[in-house]
């Protein structure tokens, strides 16, 4: 998977980080859930893309990456203002029922909220994580994911996943929203 990956990004700048974690999923995880809903996924056709364009300029700026639950919703990258840097690009999520809506600023963000363990909600007016605490069971490799991020990546688990979208939409979500407009009239 990992060639496949990489030539998926056609020589953009991969995140080390990116392939640490699907290192880690296909020797730890291996067909286990460490988050609900995320699975490696990619569509070098852009199939679910282009049901809100099939515009170049657009299936150019977003590089899907990973399913983001069990119904077909992905997230990609956005390489914002032609960024070739997967590091700086914002990840977005493209819902299966529609909708599309920036989710982290940066990878970094996403595996942190990975450890929320929660598939998104995702509706055309907004994107939400949410567990019932009194129905929650942990995916069966969300332990080692959560020790594989503070040890390998210095980074903490969170518990509130809504905090770190919220900050991301406060950064980007006017301009992503006005740039997929240019090719998307919803």
């Excluded at 679910?48 to 170049?56: A, M, P």
């Excluded at 070739?84 to 809506?101: N, R, T, W």
């Excluded at 567990?131 to 990546?153: A, I, M, Q, T």
Aim: hydrophobic share 35%; charged share 25%; aromatic share 16%.
């Amino acid at each position: 998977m990992e060639e496949e990956l990489v030539s998926y990004f056609q020589g953009l700048i991969i995140p080390k980080r990116l392939l640490e974690l699907l290192k880690f999923d296909n020797e730890v995880a291996v067909n286990n859930y460490f988050s609900d809903g995320f699975e490696f996924s990619i569509d070098k056709e852009k199939i679910g893309l282009k049901t809100y364009s099939d515009n170049v300029t657009f299936l150019n700026s977003i590089y899907e990456f990973a399913n983001a639950d069990g119904t077909g919703s992905s997230y990609g990258f956005w390489l914002k203002d032609n960024n070739s840097d997967l590091e700086q690009a914002p990840i977005v999520v493209f819902g299966s029922e529609g909708g599309y809506h920036v989710v982290a600023s940066n990878l970094d963000e996403l595996l942190q909220i990975l450890t929320f363990d929660c598939e998104p909600m995702i509706d055309w007016d907004y994107i939400s994580y949410y567990k019932d605490p009194d129905d929650f069971e942990p995916s069966s490799k969300s332990k080692e994911y959560r020790e594989w991020l503070r040890n390998d990546c210095a980074l903490s688990a969170i518990d509130n996943a809504d905090e770190i979208v919220e900050k991301a939409q406060i950064a980007h979500k006017d301009s992503f929203n006005a740039w997929v407009n240019k090719f998307y009239d919803n």
